[in-house]
């Protein structure tokens, strides 16, 4: 009964990465701890750079010095 | 204090119905741990179905199959 | 497929009263939302009162106060 | 390693305010904890008014009456 | 910088299944996302079978019946 | 109503230290946000050094190789 959450910042993570992550995660806790696959859950939270901080500042502002 | 998290796909999940939810789920915690509604926080997170997978497929692809 | 999260504070939930909220969490969203209990997970979280803050102080100080 | 999540109502928090909980969270961390501002995440999330519930009602409702 | 929390039952996670549940997830966000590992957090959360419920029910109480 | 969530490891955290966390965190929401002290939560989470992966690795074993 695993359920798995995703935490990633919203900058264009397409339907396809998303069923590799779902597939994916499903797939880690069947070979780890033989779970069954029909009752593990996984939700993907895609969080506006706005919102996303580290090391004190937003990760927007961290893209822009990439740049 | 308690505070309630419920996550479900965001299907068209009506105002009434929101309401419904919170006030149920504060009612609950009422009957039976006896809290304080006026300290209860509920937090409804509505997820794309792209964003939720089970049994390794998102909820999309699983919607599309039951129609 | 709904998630519930109840977060408490750790001040001797019993065993029945755990199933109590699990069984009325699982019954409102199928009231409300008309989901399958057989997938709506609930999970409950209980915090101790040292760790869970309301009003700027823990939970442990305002349960003294109240004595 | 700390990961802090921050849950707001989305009700017009600006740019500004986010750097300036982001900052405030990670140097709250780095004062308390001694924790290292390069490995500390703040995730800032915004909920709307519908989906939070306080007292068995949504905020919706609480701040009309409040107006 | 992503992260990941893992929810499972508490039933005798071994710290080696502790070490590939992190090694496999930070290796899919690499693997999906390009993310670096290096800022992936990976977070996993055992909870009681007393305070996990699927289908209105803790999951102590399944246990018993799959004996 | 502010939630929040803070995350660190279990490693020797005080009273006084969670106090000034919860203190330090309600106090940086009414400062930026104009938020009432009373209506917010600060719940700390503190996970086994076992339970945290950073870089695909545990704690605990980044530990080690620190001393």
């Given at each position: 009964m695993p359920y798995i959450k995703i935490e990633v910042t919203?900058?264009?993570?397409?339907r396809e990465q998303k069923t590799a992550l779902i597939k994916g995660a499903t797939q880690l806790l069947t070979d780890v701890l033989n779970k069954d696959p029909k009752s593990t859950f996984v939700v993907i939270d895609e969080i506006d750079t706005d919102n996303w901080g580290v090391a004190g500042e937003t990760v927007t502002d961290i893209r822009k010095r990439e740049v």
């Amino acid at each position: 009964m695993p359920y798995i959450k995703i935490e990633v910042t919203r900058e264009g993570v397409t339907r396809e990465q998303k069923t590799a992550l779902i597939k994916g995660a499903t797939q880690l806790l069947t070979d780890v701890l033989n779970k069954d696959p029909k009752s593990t859950f996984v939700v993907i939270d895609e969080i506006d750079t706005d919102n996303w901080g580290v090391a004190g500042e937003t990760v927007t502002d961290i893209r822009k010095r990439e740049v």
